[in-house]
């Protein structure tokens, strides 16, 4: 571990991880989807008030708002929206994180030891790491996930805000903060009232190493897949037992494993099972569809369909469904119309030395549903990698440089 004393944002993400927001899908009926959400967004709060944010206040739905007075001069500029989530993904364990900085010198990144096993990530398997060697990263004990996906964004943004708070010069226009719950499970910030944010113009700060720039995300879809089998004894089940381990088997079968996700990348989209529970009466796989291209991600829900319909004109009768429940949508078809938002973005980059990557999101952010209600919202990069997995990371460096990203944006809007 590094003796380097921690900076602002970094003793901010510290304290923000160890604080369980894990959300679920379960009860995606409701938001949040679990009260422990609203431990971070009522500190959250409280340290927004400290540093002499406007009117922040936590909603009966777990969402963050509050607004930074804009600085002088710069009062009349379109206020600008920050954003990001609080909440963690289910796809790892992700209660009671212990977060530490490792020295990285090459070869494997060991979060921890589990079990006696080392928790490890080698370049053989991200090659970013080949380019962090000397860096101060931050892992947790390899039994959880991080929560740099997305307290990275959090910790990032509060230090921008302490910032201004300890320096008012900073030039900045009025600034929107807003932290939202359920992002992991699909919710969008769709509960988000977006005239009284007031904001022109937003970003989310969610995930990717800096320098990164997103502004079009799959459009995306969960499909919910059942099986009726039919059981009876074994013994006696010559042409009469109907098995749904069986039929979900030849439903995943008959679509391509080259859509599979591990088997995609760029712009490609995929079809992936992310669950299957079955018996011998009854099966039910969940799975998720994405794609940039609206038409092809029509094609994907279009071949699941079909698939089903095949199965069932082979059975005895109709024994497969397939359910499906729109998610989101590709923010490029709102965000192309403000270039603007993008070119500011790299100016900003390259103003502090840092390459411009303008990447395709193979994922969403909320800023997809934000852009389409009306806050045209890209997406900005927070020095994390492997999100969603007892490997994931931040880079300590990187962390720190997003805050000085964030102050250079803000720098121009005021402009």
């Not at 038409?295 to 499906?324: G, S």
């Amino acid at each position: 571990m590094s003796d380097t004393p921690m900076s602002d944002v970094v003793q901010r993400f510290f304290r923000y991880v160890q604080v369980d927001t894990q959300s679920a899908d379960e009860h995606c009926d409701q938001v949040p989807s679990t009260a422990c959400q609203f431990d971070l967004a009522n500190l959250l709060a409280d340290e927004l008030r400290a540093l002499g944010a406007e009117d922040a206040y936590v909603t009966e739905s777990c969402y963050v708002v509050a607004h930074v007075p804009a600085s002088k001069g710069a009062e009349d500029k379109p206020a600008l929206g920050l954003l990001a989530h609080i909440d963690t993904t289910e796809a790892a364990p992700g209660f009671g994180v212990k977060p530490h900085i490792v020295h990285y010198e090459g070869g494997n990144l060991v979060a921890g030891v589990v079990d006696g096993n080392e928790v490890a990530i080698g370049p053989d398997m991200l090659s970013d790491l080949d380019g962090l060697v000397g860096e101060d990263i931050i892992c947790s004990d390899g039994s959880t996930l991080l929560g740099g996906d997305d307290k990275a964004g959090v910790a990032e943004i509060m230090a921008l805000v302490a910032r201004i708070h300890e320096d008012p010069s900073i030039k900045h226009p009025r600034l929107g903060i807003c932290f939202c719950p359920d992002e992991e499970i699909g919710h969008g910030a769709s509960l988000l009232d977006i005239p009284a944010f007031g904001c022109t113009y937003g970003y989310t700060v969610d995930g990717g190493a800096v320098g990164e720039l997103e502004w079009e995300c799959f459009n995306a879809a969960e499909a919910t897949v059942r099986f009726e089998g039919y059981s009876i004894h074994p013994g006696s089940a010559k042409n009469r037992m109907v098995n749904a381990n069986d039929l979900f088997v030849q439903f995943q079968s008959l679509l391509p494993a080259h859509m599979r996700p591990e088997h995609t990348d760029g712009y490609d989209g995929f079809i992936h099972c992310e669950s299957v529970s079955a018996t011998v009466t009854h099966a039910t796989a969940r799975y998720i569809i994405r794609d940039h291209d609206a038409e092809l991600f029509q094609q994907k829900i279009d071949l699941m369909q079909r698939a089903a319909d095949f199965m069932n004109n082979e059975l005895d009768r109709p024994r497969v469904t397939v359910e499906i429940k729109q998610q989101y949508r590709n923010m490029a078809e709102i965000v192309k119309d403000y270039p603007q938002l993008v070119q500011i973005v790299c100016d900003s980059y390259e103003a502090l030395g840092i390459k411009p990557l303008v990447l395709p999101i193979r994922g969403g952010t909320d800023g997809a549903q934000l852009s389409f209600r009306g806050l045209p919202c890209p997406n900005l990069g927070t020095g994390g990698y492997c999100g969603h997995s007892v490997n994931e990371f931040v880079v300590v460096s990187q962390m720190e440089r997003v805050v000085d990203v964030l102050q250079e944006l803000a720098r121009r809007f005021a402009e």
